[in-house]
């Protein structure tokens, strides 16, 4: 095995082909140049670009601060004031139905609020961060009042936008 | 206009949410005005949707995980909320619509194609590219960015960006070269 050990540096090399003179000099410069030489595309001709109007990008992002900062004042506040009472209430309706009316009556009720709730709600949307769902209600301007239901063409609107909205995040 | 990297903005935003927020819908608001202007084809509309696009914006940051360049992220909001809302307007407006990108009469390969036909043929290749290649492109071709102002938005090198973009051209050439 030792014998065997310099076979590669023993082996007689050819001279390394020859690269054009001062070929790599160019190489970089050659390529950038290809690269921005005119192509189908650059030869199609554009129409003008239509115009914004003035100063409409100096005074945007000012008017989308108004405008978020509005909303936040009149509606993310009671919204989320809203949920929380709706949630404190429905603890204590459960706890109220539970002392009066005893063990089988509860699981009747739970059962049944199971069942409601598979066939009323979109499997989707229990999958969905509640966070998430009160700011689509709320950037999409969904009314919810105390005692309303969501009606059916919520439902559709959200069947419609929401996977754009939960896939964004 | 002052140019922020993308961890400068956030560091903004961390910092003073409203004032970071002013920073980045100063820098992204052209680019994406443009982007919604090009398929709206008017200005009303444009700003409609570039405004819900923010307002997106604002109420998702604080979960912004900065896995990528902020302008792809923003880029995505904005592709949802203006195929959101043309699917929704389905319409033919009164308004003035802005003309196609190309001129008419057009030649290629023996062929001639309107400016719309072409615009068409032109959207649906893009569709068939991997998403940084649409991005570069639209930037470069679309918008007429230079290749250091798209390396800034997209966090990528100049070298990188041209490759992608040589990429694309040579696709979308070749798709156009099929009609």
Wanted: glycine share 2%; aromatic share 12%.
């Amino acid at each position: 095995m030792k014998e065997d050990k310099n076979i590669l540096n023993n082996l007689n090399r050819t001279e390394k082909p020859a690269v054009a003179n001062r070929f790599f000099d160019s190489f970089s410069d050659g390529l950038i140049k290809k690269l921005e030489e005119e192509t189908l595309l650059t030869s199609l001709s554009k129409n003008t670009k239509p115009e914004a109007p003035n100063d409409f990008f100096d005074k945007f992002a000012d008017e989308i601060i108004a405008k978020i900062q509005s909303k936040n004042k009149f509606k993310i506040i009671p919204l989320r004031i809203f949920i929380a009472v709706a949630s404190v209430a429905a603890v204590f309706a459960i706890l109220i139905l539970t002392n009066r009316d005893g063990q089988n009556q509860t699981n009747a009720i739970v059962n049944n609020s199971i069942v409601n709730s598979a066939d009323e709600n979109d499997d989707y949307l229990a999958y969905i961060d509640e966070s998430i769902l009160v700011d689509f209600i709320v950037e999409n301007d969904i009314d919810i009042e105390e005692g309303n239901a969501i009606n059916e063409s919520v439902y559709s609107e959200l069947d419609n936008e929401l996977d754009d909205y939960y896939y964004n995040y | 206009m002052s140019h922020y990297s993308d961890k400068e903005l956030l560091d903004f935003y961390q910092n003073n949410g409203t004032l970071g927020f002013k920073k980045i819908v100063t820098q992204f608001q052209e680019r994406v005005y443009w982007q919604i202007r090009r398929l709206t084809k008017n200005h009303q509309d444009s700003e409609d949707v570039m405004q819900n696009v923010f307002i997106k914006v604002w109420s998702a940051l604080p979960k912004f995980k900065g896995e990528s360049a902020l302008y792809t992220w923003i880029y995505r909001i904005t592709f949802n909320e203006t195929h959101t809302f043309l699917t929704k307007q389905n319409k033919m407006k009164s308004v003035d619509l802005d003309p196609p990108i190309f001129e008419d009469k057009l030649f290629v390969v023996g062929h001639e194609f309107t400016g719309d036909e072409m615009e068409t043929i032109l959207y649906n290749a893009i569709d068939t590219l991997p998403e940084k290649q649409q991005h570069v492109f639209r930037l470069k071709y679309l918008d007429d960015l230079k290749y250091k102002e798209i390396a800034q938005l997209l966090n990528m090198s100049e070298g990188g960006l041209k490759a992608n973009y040589h990429h694309a051209v040579k696709k979308i050439e070749e798709i156009i070269k099929q009609h």
